[in-house]
């Protein structure tokens, strides 16, 4: 199985300041944990590639929705431009005996840039994984299948993760 990555701390070890807050969602139709992080400094900028996507200013937006295999991942600029939606395919989204929200990440990963291209990412790790037995064929399968379901509800779309976005972006407090 991949990392698990829990709310509001995947990539703490690049952010040195930060306010932030989990809540729970409970709308008709949008259910899950969302966090949203406002980073004031960073120990380094993080890039990716030509891409920077943490240094001081960002935010991140992160959604976990119920009975999925998919978490959501936003990133804003110090302007509040969207860098990237990202998004991990997931064993599962759960909660801890602590409380806290996270996911069990499937090694594939979906990208969606501002301009609607659509980059899917870490097949290499996934099919690596399979063959390493660190997955089943079983989890395998549904990586592909969740990404599938993705691209055929019309998630991977630029016009649906503005309102999606907006949507969680209005229910924090920060």
């Avoid at 729970?24 to 899950?32: A, F, T």
Wanted: charged share 35%; net charge negative; proline share 2%.
């Amino acid at each position: 199985m991949g990392k698990r990555k829990y709310l509001g701390k995947v990539n703490e070890h690049y952010i040195k300041n930060s306010k932030s807050e989990i809540i729970r969602v409970d709308e008709q139709d949008i259910k899950g944990y969302a966090s949203f992080i406002k980073i004031k400094e960073v120990h380094r900028p993080c890039m990716v590639g030509n891409i920077c996507i943490y240094d001081n200013g960002y935010k991140e937006l992160c959604f976990l929705p119920d009975d999925e295999h998919w978490t959501l991942w936003a990133l804003y600029d110090d302007k509040g431009d969207i860098i990237e939606w990202y998004f991990d395919i997931t064993r599962k989204n759960a909660v801890d005996e602590y409380g806290n929200p996270y996911c069990d990440d499937l090694y594939l990963d979906a990208a969606l840039m501002p301009d609607g291209q659509i980059i899917i990412l870490d097949e290499d790790e996934l099919k690596d994984a399979l063959d390493n037995d660190k997955i089943t064929q079983n989890e395998f399968d549904m990586a592909y299948d969740a990404l599938d379901k993705l691209k055929e509800n019309n998630i991977l779309n630029v016009k649906y993760m503005e309102m999606l976005c907006s949507r969680l972006r209005s229910l924090f407090a920060i």
